[in-house]
DNA sequence: AAAAATTTTTAGATTAGTCTAAATTTTTAA
DNA sequence: TTAAAAATTTAGACTAATCTAAAAATTTTT
């Protein structure tokens, strides 16, 4: 088994990895809250034990068992976070730390108890998939409300930025996960947008609309 | 906060010192699969944060703030227990290990919500009262079925001995929590019962009926 | 009450994860 | 294509929790 720490470490190479290829002792640093230093030391210990493939100074990825364990811990992180908000009444902005000690609880049989207790949920709070037992990870096309043009409409289905201030404010504008929405009007000079849900209209900015994904 | 470590010692303390006044180094060394000097050092660290009185070769006791420390572990502890067997469909002789993990998660927030979602149970699934959310816990007034004489009856209520051996023994023999027995006999010999449980009979060690707590 | 046995503590190491500061390598830019 | 900047690694130290072996205190036995 992993330490703690090992699966943080995994986790935050899995997320980095999404956006390039390799990934960077610095930027797994400013991921985790610790120093680069730190960073070094750790990745030789997975390199140690096959998890990542790492040459000084050119960064990593994950090996395959590597990325196995790292979707292991997503898929537990993500499960837990769909058992707080549907079965102890949690809203989604409240979810993620206590997802973060949850998820690594080692027994397999109890996620995936877990998950079965909840009728097999395909997507988090948050819409992000969660992974099956045996870490298939369904791929999400979504793309973010700034890039759909005028006129167009699709269905709220994930955030970019999971903070609990993002989270709220789309609480109170009711931009939640399922809501259908339709791209009114984009103002050319900062790129901010108005947009109706339901049968309201707001005006969101350039930067909320980049971290607001919608289904087509 | 405490670490997962300090509140297994203290977890281990309070079991501990509910049959004797003052614990000794030793004992905790063997609950908790350590050795003697690893428990020295903890015992200092525990006592310079007032979770414990300790000095030196005269054992310890717990002080309030200790003991609050410890029954919060054990209460969650215990709704975990009952989360897995009533929720889950773990059997009572599987959660033991899993609950070690899940009683170190720290949110108050989650533990008081899991005990409303279940319906604020009272006794874990081996019979053992769950402390409320303030640390008060109910005391049990159990007897094992070894010191109740022949010809009395009393209800299955609770476990001195939580190994899944024992538990799986148990089921087997359908001595189960909420059973009504009755002693029918004594075997002076060697102090073996034969006791009824619903319409049959059934033989058990003395070892097992000391075991086997029940109220009155 | 002294000797023997047991329990507990101290001393000194070890491991995992972290840090700062200095050195090295790679990348960027003049 | 060399100098400067940025990123990364090494060196050396620290903390928490553990260990073994030896020393000290306590308890038991005779």
Redesign the pocket.
């Known amino acids: 088994m992993?330490?703690?720490?090992?699966e943080?470490?995994l986790k935050a190479i899995y997320h980095l990895g999404i956006r390039e290829e390799n990934v960077?002792?610095?930027?797994?640093?400013a991921a985790?809250?610790?120093?680069?230093?730190?960073?070094?030391?750790?990745?030789?210990?997975l390199a140690d034990k096959e998890l990542i493939n790492?040459?000084?100074?050119?960064?990593v990825t994950l090996t395959s068992e590597g990325e196995k364990v790292a979707l292991s811990i997503i898929r537990k992180h993500r499960l837990w976070e769909y058992f707080l908000v549907e079965k102890l009444n949690f809203k989604w902005d409240e979810v993620h730390d206590v997802a973060e000690e949850l998820e690594h609880i080692s027994s397999q049989e109890l996620i995936d108890r877990l998950d079965d207790f909840m009728g097999n949920p395909k997507y988090d709070p948050h819409g992000d998939p969660i992974p099956d037992s045996k870490g298939q990870i369904r791929s999400h096309e979504l793309k973010p409300v700034s890039l759909v043009g005028v006129n167009r409409s699709g269905v709220i289905s994930g955030v970019r930025d999971h903070s609990p201030a993002f989270l709220q404010y789309l609480d109170k504008m009711c931009l939640t996960i399922g809501k259908k929405i339709k791209v009114e009007e984009i103002n050319t000079y900062d790129h901010s947008l108005i947009i109706s849900v339901e049968d309201k209209t707001v005006h969101i900015s350039r930067e909320v609309a980049n971290n607001l994904l919608i289904a087509l």
Chains 1, 2 share one sequence.
């Not at 992993?2 to 090992?6: D, I, L, R, V």
């Not at 120093?35 to 030789?44: E, N, Q």
């Not at 790492?54 to 960064?59: A, E, I, L, N, P």
């Open positions: 992993n330490t703690f720490t090992e943080n470490y960077g002792t610095n930027q797994i640093a985790l809250n610790t120093k680069a230093a730190s960073v070094t030391d750790m990745l030789k210990k790492y040459t000084r100074y050119q960064g």
